[in-house]
């Protein structure tokens, strides 16, 4: 199921290269498979094109935090932290606050 979801959404993307929401679904596809490289490269390439798709920036945070690169993950947060405040998006914005606060929590202990 999950190889047919992503050539569809890879369709998607042919057809229309910057739709977001494939690419980020695309990623989630991905990480459903556990395949983190795959789905750090999309999330990367999506904030590169597409800043201000918020929801990237918590998913690819908590990808990076995953694959042990905590000071990647903490850049990507405070980014994603900063645009939700540009774009005055509360919730997306507590949700990056609280990704950062744990994960700084853990990389004191």
Do not use: W
Request: one cysteine or more; hydrophobic letters at 40%; aromatic letters at 8%.
């Amino acid at each position: 199921m999950s190889n047919h979801r992503i050539h569809q959404l890879k369709e998607f993307l042919r057809e229309d290269p910057d739709d977001a929401f494939s690419a980020y679904a695309l990623a989630l596809e991905y990480l459903k498979m556990n395949d983190l490289p795959l789905a750090e490269a999309t999330l990367t390439e999506l904030v590169e094109q597409q800043p201000d798709y918020l929801a990237s920036y918590y998913q690819l945070g908590k990808v990076l935090e995953v694959m042990g690169r905590p000071e990647d993950a903490i850049a990507v947060f405070k980014k994603g932290i900063i645009i939700a405040q540009n774009q005055r998006n509360r919730h997306t914005l507590a949700e990056l606050q609280g990704a950062l606060t744990n994960l700084c929590d853990t990389d004191e202990e």
